[in-house]
């Protein structure tokens, strides 16, 4: 081959690399993650800087996966809402009868209980014992038709369960409904000590899952995911993430 000949065929074989480019760009474009606004799931300090389960959870699937991802921390509702129009790509998140509306699950990061905790002296029981009462629920959520569909559970909207802790101490809820982490994790940021809140019940075990917004949805990407959890999983990141949340909190 001439020098001309092989000057013309490096050239071209640069071209075509250049032309490939912005495909692998956009196919290796950031990700835009959405935490939980509920503590310790997703929290903002003072100085701007996200922490949390949650956000901790995204890092560590971004080193496993390779593939960046951005961070936001919203309530619940706007959470998903930021799903289903494609401003946001992931969620972690239970599994649930809303978020199946917006988006698939990529495989399950922990398993949760929620938990009915009580203001202080409210005997529970069981979750009959809820029937006529007020209780917290968190905005946008689904706990199952139990509480969706039978009036006799009086739902009150909350955004947290931070919010949930000080409405009990005043009286103005009977109960409210959260995974336990969520719950006696807000009582450790209030100072509130368990004594002074009533017995807590469990009402259901919850899958919690790394979700793909339906908009954002690909063979490749679902697959990187799914890897990604699996091995979080397998190598007991996840439960050692969990773990270190938990450490602490009363157990009922």
Excluded: C
């Excluded at 946001?88 to 209980?113: F, K, R, Y």
């Excluded at 203001?119 to 509480?147: H, K, N, P, W």
């Excluded at 409904?177 to 009533?198: K, N």
């Amino acid at each position: 081959m001439t020098g001309l000949r092989r000057r013309l065929v490096a050239g071209l074989a640069g071209a075509l690399a250049l032309a490939a480019l912005p495909l692998r760009a956009s196919r290796q474009r950031p990700l835009r993650a959405v935490a939980l606004a509920i503590a310790p799931y997703a929290m903002v300090d003072a100085n701007g800087r996200k922490n949390g389960m949650f956000v901790d959870a995204f890092e560590l699937i971004e080193r496993v996966s390779g593939r960046h991802i951005d961070v936001t921390v919203a309530p619940y509702a706007r959470a998903i809402a930021m799903l289903r129009s494609g401003e946001a790509d992931l969620m972690i998140a239970t599994s649930n009868s809303v978020i199946a509306e917006a988006a698939e699950p990529m495989g399950m990061l922990w398993t949760a209980d929620v938990i009915a905790i009580g203001r202080a002296g409210l005997v529970l029981e069981g979750q009959e014992d809820l029937r006529g009462r007020t209780v917290g629920v968190l905005r946008g959520s689904d706990y199952g038709a139990a509480f969706l569909d039978d009036s006799e559970y009086r739902r009150h909207e909350i955004t947290d369960q931070l919010q949930a802790v000080r409405m009990l101490q005043e009286g103005r809820l009977d109960a409210t409904l959260g995974t336990r982490l969520a719950v006696f994790y807000a009582m450790r940021l209030l100072g509130v000590q368990r004594a002074r809140l009533g017995p807590s019940i469990v009402v259901q075990s919850r899958e919690i899952h790394l979700h793909l917004g339906r908009r954002s949805a690909d063979d490749a990407l679902e697959t990187e995911l799914r890897h990604a959890v699996q091995e979080l999983r397998s190598s007991g990141k996840a439960d050692r993430l969990q773990a270190r949340y938990l450490a602490g909190l009363p157990s009922r």
